[in-house]
């Protein structure tokens, strides 16, 4: 959404309709603009004009222009082609242009122009002709005040404003710019909508979803659960904000037994140890549920667990027992190993009468 990114140029007055061009960001999508004054049987003598600026690197640009504070009760029209509305409940409208200062005239003169917008199920769909047409076909979105002005002879800055249109439910809409009396110079115009971009989210999908028809709905969206879960008490629902974000979570999901998720919550994978315990517990062979497991099949492997725990205890008591056997076995073998050297010493009863008797 920086100046870099808006189109520097408005396209001719042939223009038919806007085509989409650039996403900025994930979050909106993007109309390219061209305008024209309309045409009158009679044309009106004061218009927007298009004409030809330079900007402060000296690129030439094509900008529209309207400065006629010299005649009184003016009322000066732009308008766009047909914009098809797509999938967008509101459009966000937004302006670069520069006002002079009203101080360099003496007659009545304003500071600020007007947004509108009329909806048409197509382009076909026009206003009655002149001025009294398109006071009564189109719609007030938004007045725009400039905050930075220039004098005749002297520097100014750029002014830059936001524009939201809507709500939209037609197949299209038109924009129009309304001078009542100000010396403006629209330098580029970009329209787009704004949409939550696809995500998953607490282990369900959210489709990309259009933005509500205001700045601050909250549009519930459905959502549905990745592979591997399940919906738990309520369906998982999150609400899409007027900013192109997801708040507000409802419901949820949660992995089916034999999963687990991520610590994303993104994704629900298979347990393997707990895949193979339901296989032993089916007799080897393959699981006839890969999805998951039935409530008896679960009270099997609960008893199973139960079994093996008990047995584990028994063996780990008799391990117990047998370590202090041999324990006792090895106390009694060092007693025996130290006395074991005097008793080889000590000779035999009667030996040295045996010998003084020879």
């Given amino acids: 959404q920086h100046s870099s990114e808006l189109p520097r140029q408005l396209v001719p007055k042939l223009w038919q309709g806007l085509k989409a061009w650039t996403r900025a960001c994930a979050t909106t999508t993007s109309w390219s603009c061209g305008f024209t004054s309309p045409s009158f049987p009679q044309p009106w003598p004061w218009t927007w004009e298009e004409t030809v600026a330079v900007d ?24 766009s ?24 005239f ?16 197509s382009a076909a769909d026009v206003e009655a002709p002149g001025i009294p047409g398109l006071r009564e076909a189109y719609t007030k979105a938004g007045e725009v005040a400039a905050e930075l002005v220039f004098t005749l002879g002297e520097g100014g800055g750029v002014n830059r404003a936001t524009v939201p249109v809507g709500p939209l439910s037609r197949a299209g809409f038109r924009l129009a ?25 607490g282990l369900a999908r959210y489709p990309a979803t259009a933005a509500g028809p205001a700045p601050t709905s909250l549009l519930p969206v459905a959502g549905s ?24 979570p409802a419901g949820a999901c949660r992995c089916r037994p034999g999963y687990r998720g991520n610590r994303e919550l993104t994704a629900c994978t298979a347990i393997e140890d707990y895949v193979s315990l339901s296989n032993a517990t089916s007799g080897g062979g393959p699981s006839q549920n890969s999805s998951g497991l039935s409530c008896g099949q679960l009270e099997e492997q609960n008893a199973l667990l139960s079994a093996n725990g008990q047995m584990l205890e028994e063996q780990a008591e008799t391990l117990g027992k047998l370590a202090e056997a041999v324990a006792r076995l090895n106390a009694t073998l060092d007693a025996i190993l130290r006395r074991l050297p005097g008793l080889l010493e000590e000779e035999p009863e009667g030996s040295s009468s045996r010998g003084e008797g020879t």
């Fill in 56 to 79: 402060t690197s000296f690129n030439t640009m094509r900008t529209h222009r309207v400065c006629n504070m010299e005649t009184a009760n003016q009322d000066n029209w732009l308008r």
């Fill in 81 to 104: 082609g047909f914009i098809e509305r797509r999938e967008a409940r509101l459009a966000y409208v937004d302006l670069r242009f520069t006002m002079r200062d009203c101080r360099s």
């Fill in 106 to 121: 003496r007659s009545q003169c304003r500071e600020t122009f007007s947004v509108y917008h009329r909806e048409a199920d």
């Fill in 177 to 201: 710019f309304r001078d009542r009396g100000a010396c403006a110079n629209l330098l580029s115009v970009r329209a787009y909508y704004r949409r939550c971009p696809p995500a998953t989210l």
């Fill in 225 to 248: 659960c990745v592979d591997g879960a399940q919906q738990a008490d309520a369906p998982p629902t999150m609400h899409c904000s007027g900013e192109g974000h997801w708040l507000a």
